[in-house]
């Protein structure tokens, strides 16, 4: 019989994102929005107030996605040497549409606008912690 091999929680919800709610989009969402009531109801109860949750979500284009994490975007300076590359698209296309398949246009068009990107926050009146222990407390879950 082989023995148990201990994972640190990252490593056990990375493989097991449907046990958490993260599988999907939607259900990641989901999870966040009612982890944060979650936490924040249970730490008004802890001090024995009744609880003040403001909760907001925004959808982040990509543009403001790298803006918000500190990501440069820059423009290229020879479009030259993206030349063949662009061959190889319109090649694609050409197929695409050949075929009756409007795959290729559709995704194109859909793309950059409708990230799935969201930036969730959450205030409340409860206990919490302090934010000097908070990089240390992550450290410690996710490294286990």
């Not at 449907?18 to 999870?31: E, H, M, Q, R, V």
């Not at 979650?38 to 403001?64: K, T």
Request: glycine share 10%.
């Amino acid at each position: 019989m082989a023995g148990l091999k201990s994972k640190s929680p990252a490593e056990f919800f990375a493989e097991n994102q449907n046990i958490a709610g993260f599988d999907n989009p939607g259900k990641s969402l989901y999870t966040t929005v009612r982890e944060f009531v979650e936490n924040s109801l249970d730490a008004a109860e802890s001090i024995g107030v009744l609880p003040d949750v403001e909760l907001n979500i925004e959808q982040l284009d990509q543009s403001s996605f790298n803006k918000l994490r500190g990501y440069a975007s820059t423009k290229r300076k020879d479009l030259n040497l993206y030349h063949g590359s662009s061959k190889k698209r319109k090649i694609k296309e050409g197929v695409s549409q050949a075929t009756g398949s409007k795959k290729g246009k559709e995704r194109s068009s859909k793309e950059g606008k409708n990230t799935g990107i969201f930036r969730v926050t959450c205030r409340d009146n409860g206990v919490g912690m302090p934010h000097e222990k908070i990089p240390r407390m992550l450290g410690i879950v996710l490294s286990r």
